[in-house]
């Protein structure tokens, strides 16, 4: 990152010599010189440091004179112990996009543009430490005029890594079907062309294979949802300019700045107004995910673009089929054949596949909802040494691993959901990679209790005399997680409050609509919702209809027919006699999810019976809830009973009620919105009770249902109303990809 270039210049300027080299560890520094001269480059490494870097800490020790008459820039010593910052991708600097754009230049348009202050990293590394023999560059012999910049430390591309130009680096080409188009015109113009006319192009990016389309275009839309067999799920969006962005949608200065950072994240901004092109691309929603151009590539398709179309915008989703891993490998999206037409590939290619990052900006708030391009692989530095190196094997949906070494940890990209073969394998690939470049050898692998997870077959398959596993509850591991994040001590105790889809609990029934009182090491279910039926079991989380059957039944039984409302008219009276027997069967699991009530809900407001994407009932419910524009109405009623040392809610008011309103014909989305606060006043006042029983005030906020920004907004300004400090989560996600840091905390705590 232009860190070495930097220290011989600033060496230079303050007459020293010695040296300076990477290692494995980081940067060693060898200078001498006047004292106040060395003072002052210590001091100046600190406060001129290039911005994309980091500084962890610098150690000086004074050595014996040297013989040495200059400063010099040292080979790399490879090998030893393994412990550097692993550099990410960036978005393609200032400088180098004036080149791009220099008609005079000789990199002039080139898409592999890039110095020491941009381009690719993490994706096309192989080893550490990172220099260009251990990276996908290693098979493009730089040419004189590109060796000549690498060689001057006074040069922007002074040891730029992926240094290239048109004469010796690689380049792009558009293959037809699988064939190689073999034209005159430029591939990318006419890629842009194409894209222009409806076209659908899988195009190579910096981490991985997009599936491109002009968004404005609802026909090209349409057939991208076919191609991905994705109905309703939004589609990631991509612009070349903020001021075209906010003719559609709200951007605030934060929201800039993150769409403007050099991690170019794709960011969940409120839709001004809707129009037929926002509606297909993003269903239901009252949010639309856009991330700006990142990389040379997109500049010149945007440039293309622009010569058709005034404000171009694009579909830029990941080219993956249902369920797999992101495509970064040319023979892997060439099974895209039969159905995308155009493929623009280039021949550099990716070693570490890596998905575009999702944030959203909240109250000043930056909220990381997927860490991958750009953020990941993450260092966190924890304020203790960890007893040992540890594994953590994360969930299964949205799944990260952590690895803990010395004070650090170590978390993965996103791997996605880990419920097949190939992201199983892609799974292992990374935790063979994090490994070998961290140098970390876990004696220790922590998991999730859940026996069917991948992630902890994958544990226990480790298991022998020198491994040891540890079990670790998953919403425990959600609470561990957002303590750590908020430097909450490991033995202090709280509040935690976890409320997601599924996850199994240390009684082998599935929770998630839990109350903790908890520390990193142990935690007692203080309160819970009252467990009920999955009727069908997993059907019931892709068919949300069942569990609103389920409530419908159990409140009013066979009356429930009488029920004026549109869900039990569109109620399929032989499915339901199924769902009647299975109601009193040993085949239906429990549970206490929070996620299935916002599921039953959506259900029961008639707004989706049956999803196609993971939480969508619970989503649209939020957006419609989201509409609803009039002052803040009072929460239904539902009640709390202590069971043992527990407190148990239930909701069935809450559903009689809803049902009520329902009959009344209520304005749906004022129903939505009082579903929200009901479930807002539910923390509070079993938050309340725990107060009045153990005297802690500081409460604990995680678990996937706070991706809903209602009610994290609802809920994290009532509970300080009512003598609460409240922790939430924000550079680790609240969904299940922070599992894998809370497993890390707690196993090192049992250790
Ligand atoms: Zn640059
Ligand atoms: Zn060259
Ligand atoms: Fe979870």
Request: some cysteine; hydrophobic content about 40%.
């Amino acid at each position: 990152m232009g860190f070495r270039p930097f220290v011989y210049n600033l060496a230079k300027k303050l007459s020293l010599v010695g040296f300076v080299l990477n290692n494995p560890q980081g940067v060693i520094l060898e200078v001498q010189g006047r004292r106040d001269n060395l003072d002052d480059f210590v001091s100046s490494l600190q406060a001129r440091a290039p911005s994309i870097s980091t500084i962890d800490s610098i150690t000086c020790r004074e050595i014996p004179l040297q013989k040495e008459k200059e400063f010099s820039i040292k080979e790399s010593v490879r090998g030893g112990e393994r412990f550097t910052r692993l550099p990410r991708d960036m978005v393609v600097c200032n400088e180098c996009l004036e080149e791009f754009f220099d008609q005079n230049d000789r990199r002039f348009l080139y898409p592999f543009i890039n110095c020491t202050q941009c381009g690719p990293r993490y994706s096309i590394i192989r080893d550490v430490p990172y220099d260009r023999k251990a990276t996908t560059m290693k098979a493009f012999t730089m040419c004189k005029d590109c060796l000549l910049e690498y060689e001057n430390p006074q040069n922007r591309r002074f040891h730029a890594q992926p240094n290239a130009c048109f004469k010796c680096g690689p380049k792009m080409s558009l293959i037809q079907e699988g064939k190689d188009t073999k034209t005159s015109t430029d591939p990318v113009e006419l890629s842009a062309e194409l894209l222009f006319k409806g076209e659908v192009v899988a195009i190579k990016g910096l981490g991985g294979y997009h599936l491109a389309c002009n968004a404005k275009d609802t026909r090209a839309v349409r057939i991208l949802r076919e191609i991905k067999q994705r109905p309703h799920k939004p589609f990631a969006l991509m612009a070349d300019r903020v001021n075209f962005i906010e003719s559609f949608c709200q951007v605030n200065s934060k929201e800039k700045e993150l769409l403007l950072s050099k991690e170019r994240p794709i960011v969940l901004l409120k839709i001004k107004k809707k129009n037929n092109w926002t509606h297909l691309v993003a269903p239901h929603q009252e949010y639309l995910g856009i991330m700006l151009a990142y990389t040379p590539l997109h500049y010149i398709i945007f440039k293309y673009l622009r010569l058709q179309d005034k404000e171009p915008l694009l579909v830029m989703t990941s080219a993956n089929k249902k369920d797999l891993p992101l495509m970064h490998r040319e023979e892997d999206i060439f099974s895209f054949k039969r159905k995308v037409r155009y493929f623009l590939i280039s021949d550099r290619d990716i070693n570490n596949a890596c998905d575009d990052s999702i944030a959203r900006e909240n109250n000043g708030t930056i909220y990381m909802l997927r860490k991958a391009r750009g953020f990941s692989p993450d260092i966190l530095q924890a304020p203790f040494t960890f007893k040992s190196e540890i594994l953590a094997t994360g969930a299964e949906l949205k799944n990260t691993f952590s690895l803990a070494k010395e004070d650090k940890i170590i978390t993965s990209v996103y791997i996605g959901d880990l419920k097949n073969l190939a992201t199983f394998n892609f799974y292992k690939k990374n935790i063979g990679f994090l490994k070998n470049i961290f140098s970390v050898h876990p004696k220790v692998y922590a998991y999730d209790l859940h026996p069917e997870y991948l992630s902890t077959k994958y544990a226990l398959k480790e298991k022998n005399k020198s491994i040891k596993v540890l079990g670790i509850q998953h919403h425990h591991a959600h609470i561990a997680s957002c303590m750590f994040e908020n430097n909450l001590r490991a033995g202090e105790k709280v509040i935690g409050v976890c409320f997601d889809g599924l996850g199994y609990g240390s009684d082998a029934t599935i929770w998630g609509g839990e109350f903790f009182l908890a520390d990193c090491r142990d935690f007692e279910r203080a309160g819970h919702i009252e467990p009920f039926g999955l009727l069908g079991g997993d059907e019931a989380s892709q068919q949300p209809w069942r569990i609103g059957f389920y409530f419908l039944y159990k409140i009013f039984k066979d009356t429930m027919w009488n029920l004026d409302i549109e869900f039990v008219r569109n109620l399929d009276k032989k499915k339901c006699k199924v769902l009647k027997k299975l109601l009193n069967s040993n085949l239906t699991p429990y549970t206490s999810s929070m996620g299935r009530i916002f599921d039953a809900a959506s259900s029961l407001l008639g707004i989706r019976d049956i999803i196609t994407y993971e939480a969508q009932a619970a989503i649209e419910l939020e957006m419609l809830a989201t509409r609803y524009r009039h002052n803040e109405p009072k929460g239904y009623s539902f009640e709390i009973k202590p069971e043992g040392k527990k407190f148990i809610i239930k909701i069935d008011n809450l559903i009689k009620e809803i049902v009520d309103d329902l009959q009344h014909q209520k304005e749906k989305s004022a129903i939505a919105f009082r579903f929200h606060v009901t479930i807002k006043d539910i923390i509070c006042k079993v938050c309340a009770l725990l107060k009045g029983k153990w005297g802690i005030d500081k409460v604990v906020l995680s678990g996937g249902v706070f991706q809903n920004k209602l009610l994290l907004d609802l809920v994290t300004c009532s509970l300080p109303d009512c003598g609460f400090r409240v922790y939430t989560h924000s550079r680790i996600p609240t969904n299940d990809e922070g599992i894998s840091v809370g497993q890390l905390i707690i196993a090192n705590c049992i250790l």
